[in-house]
Nanobody
Framework: QVQLVESGGGLVQAGGSLRLSCVAS????????MGWFRQAPGQEREFVAV????????VYANSVKGRFTISRDNAKNTVYLQMNSLKPEDTAVYYC????????????????WGQGTQVTVSS
């Protein structure tokens, strides 16, 4: 089992920045690929970014490429999402997730999820 707890969400003006954190506990964090997803009201949960266990490979959704950066610190069992140049359309609940196998951009590839943290971007 892996438990995930996100933090760092909040209210920010358009153009601002936030850094989300996700702390993992339980089984060996470094063996998991870690992803960030988001879900806006009335919409399906969508992929944002993923990072491999070794940090060698990162993949981003086109909508956040160049603005968001995913990173991880295996010594701290933590994955981060640095969000810059935020837009109102980035408003959503952001979830981190852990995948036992290779990186995935689908929710079905993840077996463990956090409870989510709200990000609201005002115009």
């Amino acid at each position: 089992q892996v438990q995930l707890v996100e933090s760092g969400g909040g209210l920010v003006q358009a153009g601002g920045s936030l850094r989300l954190s996700c702390v993992a506990s339980g089984r060996t964090f470094s063996s998991y690929s870690m992803g960030w997803f988001r879900q806006a009201p009335g919409q399906e949960r969508e992929f944002v970014a993923v990072i491999s266990w070794s940090s060698i490979r990162m993949v981003y959704a086109n909508s956040v490429k160049g603005r968001f950066t995913i990173s991880r610190d295996n010594a701290k069992n933590t994955v981060y999402l640095q969000m810059n140049s935020l837009k109102p359309e980035d408003t959503a609940v952001y979830y981190c997730a852990a995948a036992e196998r290779s990186i995935s951009m689908s929710t079905s590839g993840y077996g463990y999820w956090g409870q989510g943290t709200q990000v609201t971007v005002s115009s």
